[in-house]
């Protein structure tokens, strides 16, 4: 197939442009313009990672939970997972990446349930585990929205109490929920300044950031939140710079707290930070409580 073959029907000063560049320079442009708008088509495969395999739940690590299902305002059913703490004094709504499902962070709902002792509401957006439907940015906050009005309806937690924690992508979906919800903290962690900003990061080359339509613009988000903030960012992130995270930091109001997870990459940052990074998590936790009063 050639570069012709998958070529759209140029726009008339785009085409006049390319027509009067030398020929090799002719050539390159049209393979980098090709590139540029394949890569915009498919900007939700370079985004999001589904997985529908339900691997592992809180049962295998001897936790009790409710699996529970719940439709969203445009009539989409959602499913996710409540594990209870008999100590705890909030609930923490958790907004995951942008790969696998509510099953690959089983060890790390252990972990956080043992040494936060806090409720936790996991849930799967569109399109991932069991959850229906097709994924999108607008779908996310859709999805959102429907898993903090079952805890505050169907749980019946008040606001006060939710604690709202999203990593990486799920950083944004949880930005944007704290400025839609009432919430007693916001939790980011690795989290990045917007998907323009990450596609410098994985197509330095290739312009494609203001053609792409999903924006998930968390330093915008971040700057409208009334409610205490935690960022957290292991400083050898190798997916989400630490810069980025810091950035989104810089542009949120007070009070906030920033905390650099040494040592850890995206992946492994409640494994590497230990046990400083689950109390950091807990005196965030009780510190917003204290101002919320």
Known sequence: MTVTDIMPAWPTPLRQLLLTLPDISR???IVALAALLTACRMEANFIFYPSATIEHTPREVGLEFEDVFFATRDDVRLNGWFIPHREARSTLVWFHGNAGNISHRVENIKLLHDKVKINIFIFDYRGYGRSEGRVSEEGTYLDGEAALDYVREQLDVKPKKIVLFGRSLGAA????MANRYDSQGLILESPFVSIREMARVVFPLLPI???LQTRYDVREKIRKIKTPL???HGDRDE???FAQGKM???AAPEPKKFFTIAG???NDTYLVGGDSYFQ???IFIEWAASIQR
């Open 209 to 211: 950031g203001p053609l």
């Open 239 to 241: 997916v989400v710079p």
């Open 264 to 266: 850890a990459q995206h």
């Open 230 to 232: 935690l960022v957290l």
């Open 248 to 250: 989104v930091f810089d």
């Open 173 to 176: 979906v949880a930005a944007e």
């Open 27 to 29: 050539s390159l442009s």
């Open 280 to 282: 950091q998590l807990q």
